[in-house]
């Protein structure tokens, strides 16, 4: 059964950084894609960063771009993203997901199988 546990939410001033977590079991497959997603209140989904493990291949929203960066540990079970220069409109609750391996981008645009309950992160101005 693949898990995805997310951690690293909290509250933030404007300008300022976190780093979230998404530890993930139960893959059985080698390669896959793994990424973060947002969902503000009101607001659609948005794919926000994704990656896929074997060529480390990014994708950015352009939201975040120059902003944040997505990251997979050594061990290949835990994926970050590091949020620096943070702003009230990154406010939203952040998922972790996963599926076989697609094109980073592509898994972004159109979600992904597997998924992780949220992290909530609140950015005060």
């Known amino acids: 059964e693949v898990q995805l546990q997310a951690s690293g939410g909290g509250l933030v001033q404007a300008g300022g950084s976190l780093r979230l977590s998404c530890a993930h079991s139960?893959?059985?497959?080698?390669?896959?894609?793994i990424g973060w997603f947002r969902q503000a209140p009101g607001k659609e989904r948005e794919g926000v960063s994704c990656?896929?493990?074997?060529?480390?291949?990014?994708y950015y929203a352009d939201s975040v771009k120059g902003r944040f960066t997505i990251s997979i540990d050594n061990a290949g079970s835990t994926v970050y993203l590091q949020m620096n220069g943070l702003k009230p409109e990154d406010t939203a609750d952040y998922y972790c997901?996963?599926?076989?391996?697609?094109?980073?981008?592509?898994?972004?645009?159109?979600?992904?199988?597997?998924w992780g309950k949220g992290t909530q992160v609140t950015v005060s101005s």
């Open positions: 997901a996963a599926d076989h391996l697609l094109p980073s981008e592509v898994a972004c645009k159109h979600g992904m199988n597997y």
């Open positions: 139960g893959f059985t497959f080698d390669d896959y894609t």
């Open positions: 990656i896929t493990k074997s060529s480390g291949t990014t």
